[in-house]
């Protein structure tokens, strides 16, 4: 059976702060992709990064930066400098290359103290 | 702008009550998705589809109906069954390609009285 999970419930940093949010996956297949979304307070998912199974190499985009590891099954995400307007729900997902569906992950609440 | 819209808001109905949530997108997108989510909670699948007259049921279906008339429409109506419809509503909308994201709108908070 697929699965994400994310076991940081929530966590609290002061602003400029480095944060490291937790994912890990479990699947048999061998083709999958992973999934970053961000959903602030309005409540829309907005989408951060996309990578597929074939793709190890970790990627940075401005203050994030995500490190994914197929040895131990995780995509993990940082965020360097924190702000306060990074504070979200963030949601680690996978998706199988011959499903329609994405798996979520329950989130974790991530406060950015001024 | 392309985009998904979710109407309304906040949406307050009296328990026995069935409610349509709507879902419009201009992405010319052929996939839409259902999703509900609760506190602390992540997301969980009510119903799915692929093509126009043609949708699948998620893991939470039961107490929900869904159609397909439009490519551009996907209306989720919240029946009298459904024992707990007290959520926040999530509608999606991907290409078919499954390296592709999901698209969401803004969603809709129903609260049943």
């Known amino acids: 059976a697929q699965k994400v999970t994310q076991a940081q419930t929530e966590i609290s940093v002061v602003e400029k702060e480095d944060v490291t949010l937790d994912c890990v996956y479990e699947?048999?297949?061998?083709?999958?992709?992973l999934f970053w979304y961000k959903q602030p307070p309005s409540g829309e998912l907005v989408f951060l990064i996309r990578r597929n199974s074939f793709d190890e190499q970790n990627e940075i985009s401005g203050r994030y930066s995500w490190n994914f590891q197929k040895s131990t099954s995780s995509f993990n995400f940082t965020i360097t400098a924190s702000q306060v307007v990074d504070s979200a729900v963030y949601f680690c997902a996978l998706r199988l290359n011959r499903d329609d569906k994405i798996i979520f992950g329950k989130g974790t609440r991530l406060h950015i103290l001024p | 702008d392309g985009g998904i819209t979710q109407s309304p808001k906040y949406l307050f109905r009296k328990e026995g009550q069935n409610v349509t949530l709507s879902c419009e997108q201009n992405l010319n997108h052929d996939a839409m998705y259902w999703y509900r989510q609760d506190p602390g909670q992540g997301l969980r699948l009510i119903y799915y589809s692929q093509i126009v007259n043609d949708f699948q049921k998620g893991d939470i279906a039961e107490g929900y109906s869904v159609s397909r008339e439009k490519k551009e429409s996907f209306p989720l109506t919240v029946t009298s069954a459904q024992k707990n419809p007290t959520a926040f509503y999530l509608c999606?909308?991907?290409?078919?390609?499954?390296?592709?994201?999901?698209?969401f709108g803004p969603g809709t908070r129903l609260t049943v009285l």
């Open positions: 999606a909308s991907s290409t078919l390609t499954t390296w592709f994201e999901q698209f």
């Open positions: 699947t048999r297949d061998t083709t999958y992709y």
